[in-house]
């Protein structure tokens, strides 16, 4: 049951766009389409963003894009706004049990 | 408004026991899975434990697991964590989350587990 990898900060300025990666293997990531997304701004709650790899809930903006290739999930965040700044975990099911990444502080400029 | 309210958190010295509660309304509680994640201070979120909708399937994390144990009432629409055998690494806000059996979808506020002597 180790952590799924994600980079500890990534960063980019308003308007522009940003990836953040979650390398897993092929027991969690790479073998099932069950990758999730969720924002958590300072004190709160976590917010899911995108489940099942790409599919954007209700509400959330569609600036928010998700994908998978591999071993190697992957949150997009385009047209970056002042409220994106928060941290980003992914999740992916992994047989009997769901793991999360370590964690991405999203940094607006 | 979906609502997920938990309760029972507080401080417990090491070895000690406590339960969890989460008061879930707004929708169908015993359509849903649920699940326990928690988040200890300043650190990432780990997911501990997860139950069937009729509860009689469970899955728990490898550092919880026979110290932990998740539960559910459908007719009084909660959940439960009830944690043995308390240890310090286990000081975290733990979230009452709903879901399916391989997703999280919506979070509770959390409450908060202290273990110290």
């Known amino acids: 049951q180790s952590a799924l990898t994600q980079p500890p900060s990534a960063s980019g300025s308003p308007g522009q766009s940003v990836t953040i990666s979650c390398t897993g293997t092929?027991?969690?990531?790479?073998?099932?389409?069950?990758v999730s997304w969720y924002q958590q701004h300072p004190g709160k709650a976590p917010k899911l963003m995108i489940s099942e790899v790409s599919k954007r809930p209700s509400g959330v903006p569609d600036r928010f894009s998700g994908s998978k290739s591999g071993n190697t999930a992957s949150l997009t965040v385009s047209g970056l706004q002042a409220e994106d700044e928060a941290d980003y975990y992914c999740?992916?099911?992994?047989?009997?049990?769901?793991?999360f990444g370590g964690g991405t502080k999203l940094t607006v400029l | 408004e979906v609502q997920l309210v938990e309760s029972g958190g507080g401080l417990v010295q090491p070895g000690g026991s406590l339960k969890l509660s989460c008061a879930a309304s707004g929708f169908t509680f015993s359509s849903y899975w649920m699940h326990w994640v928690r988040q200890a201070p300043g650190k990432g979120l780990v997911w501990v434990s997860r139950?069937?909708?009729?509860?009689?399937?469970?899955s728990y994390a490898d550092s919880v697991k026979g110290r932990f144990t998740i539960s559910r009432d459908n007719a009084k629409n909660t959940l439960y964590l009830q944690m043995n055998s308390l240890r310090a690494e286990d000081t975290a806000v733990y979230y009452c989350v709903r879901g399916g059996s391989s997703s999280c979808y919506g979070w509770g506020q959390g409450t908060l587990v202290t273990v110290s002597s």
């Open positions: 092929s027991s969690d990531v790479g073998g099932y389409n069950y």
């Open positions: 999740s992916s099911y992994a047989g009997s049990n769901i793991v």
């Open positions: 139950i069937n909708t009729d509860g009689s399937s469970t």
